[in-house]
């Protein structure tokens, strides 16, 4: 996600990252996965947080379900990034934080995957199952994930950069700490308003 200087609004651009791409893609539980990172002592807070943020934007947090390997879900956002409109991606994208921030279904599910897509409009679920599968957009993948951790010092999420009106950047992430995720959101309602 970053903030360009010239613009007074937040702009938001998604980026490949993986918690763990060893995880399977029909998941594990998240709250034990996510309290094997996180102690439960700061964990539970964070998740109270940004069930009180995701609130009134109309999305249920919770930290119960499920979390899978997020690869096939990647892949289906960089094709859409190459293929469908801003506001299609949007629509993706939030179909897919559904899935895993209010579901609880794995986002690694293909079949829980074929139906964010079609609630995002794509509706050709051959032609989703396909790029599920592709070689290329694993690729591509790939690739996408060493630039953001080479060239973008991307090490966690959630990550923001803010690029302030004089050019330099600011980047908030590593949400550890409740107060990081109370800067996050404050940061977001800020540029966004």
Known sequence: MSLKPEEEKLVISFRPFQLDDSLPAEGVDKYKFLSNLIPPAALDPMIEELGSKFKPLGVAFTGKGLIGNSAKAHCLMIWAS???????????MDALFQIHC????????????????????????????SILKS?????????LRKHAATELGISTVPCLTVVKKDGKQ???EEAQQIETVQGFTDLIEEYSS
């Open 135 to 143: 070689p290329i957009y694993k690729d591509k993948l790939k690739n």
């Open 82 to 92: 190459e293929t469908a409109s801003q506001a299609q991606q949007l629509k993706l």
């Open 170 to 172: 600011e980047k908030l």
């Open 102 to 129: 209010s579901i609880g279904k794995s986002v690694g599910d293909p079949e829980a995957i074929v139906e964010a897509a079609a609630k995002a409009g794509f509706t050709d679920e051959d032609q989703i199952r």
